[in-house]
């Protein structure tokens, strides 16, 4: 049985992008499913997108999650910027969107410019999100030169959304991905709601203070949307010293947790001394099967989207 393997890095002051690289080229190599790029403070991190691009060029067997906000960011401009970088790592992206604020852009025409509930932005964020990267499917692309005809218009679609917190006509100026969209990962430390969650979510990340709940609270959300478990993957949280880790014992106890609270992977985050994250991929990662996949959602374990690739 294999085990997705997602591993956390922040790249900014506290570790530089060459050495976030020598890092991925580790994670590579020791058969990590993913790298999941967090988000932070300004001053003290990058931001996530052009790092995941200039990393994925070099490293284009790995799957690339990148961290994003509400706070800052306007739906349309964040759907466009990951949808482009799903493309062109062809299908290897995903986003973990994170419950925040609003952003300048689309509070100056939001319906409830006051409203301040992060859970319920952060549904109905992704809810536009998913909408936007369905708007422009792969099949409306037709490119014929001969007959002048770029696109077939009558499948690309506005999504006119006009909700509490945004409004968003859409569509999408570029086609979906070899994936069909991007994977949108929850993150259950936002402490968001399991049924917003279960509607538009592909993953979702739990800490270790909700592990013995995680899988019943996921199931019985699933069962009242109506969707079918292996549609949204289960990923526990670890944090993990980087210079005193046990790689054997450690490997077998994580492989009991997932086993014993049915998750479907792990997001390793290594604390201490970034340079000590290699060692501690060589030792641990191999021990604990990783998966792989010609894109991020097979590589998580997830059933291909219906006319994804197309």
């Known amino acids: 049985m294999t085990t997705a393997i997602v591993l956390d890095l922040t790249v900014g002051v506290s570790l530089s992008v060459p050495e976030a690289a020598e890092i991925a080229a580790v994670a590579r ?51 466009r910027r990951v949808l482009s970088l799903d493309r062109a790592t062809a ?9 925040g604020d609003g952003d300048e852009v689309s509070e100056a025409a939001a319906p409830d410019a006051t409203a301040g509930e992060r859970h319920r932005r952060w549904a109905e964020y992704a809810d536009v999100l998913t909408r936007l990267w369905e708007s422009f499917p792969a099949t409306a692309l037709l490119g014929d030169q001969a007959a002048g005809v770029f696109a077939q218009d009558t499948l690309i679609k506005p999504i006119d959304h006009e909700g509490r917190f945004y409004r968003v006509a859409g569509p ?70 980087a210079d005193d880790t046990d790689a054997a014992a450690t490997a077998a106890e994580l492989a009991d947790w997932t086993a014993r609270h049915a998750f479907d992977g792990l997001e390793l985050a290594p604390t201490g001394d970034p340079g000590r994250i290699p060692a501690l991929l060589r030792a641990l990662v191999p021990r604990l099967n990783p998966s792989a996949g010609p894109t991020l959602r097979a590589a998580l374990g997830l059933p291909e989207l219906i006319g994804a690739g197309s």
């Not at 020791?30 to 931001?47: E, K, Q």
């Not at 299908?91 to 994170?98: E, I, N, Q």
């Open 91 to 99: 299908g290897r992206t995903g986003l973990a969107l994170r419950a």
């Open 172 to 241: 999408l100026d570029g086609p979906s991905s070899p994936q069909g969209r991007p994977v949108l990962v929850a993150d259950a430390r936002d402490d968001l709601d399991w049924n917003d969650v279960v509607a538009v979510a592909d993953a979702v990340v739990v800490p270790r203070d909700r592990t013995p709940e995680a899988a019943a609270r996921l199931a019985e959300a699933l069962e009242r949307a109506g969707r079918p478990r292996r549609e949204v993957a289960l990923l526990r949280r670890v944090e993990l010293p």
């Open 29 to 79: 190599d020791t058969g990590v499913s993913a790298v999941r790029l967090l988000d932070g403070a300004p001053d003290d991190v990058l931001d996530t997108t052009p790092v995941a691009a200039y990393l994925a060029a070099r490293f284009p067997e790995l799957g690339w999650i990148v961290d994003s906000p509400t706070t800052h960011n306007a739906p349309y401009n964040l759907a």
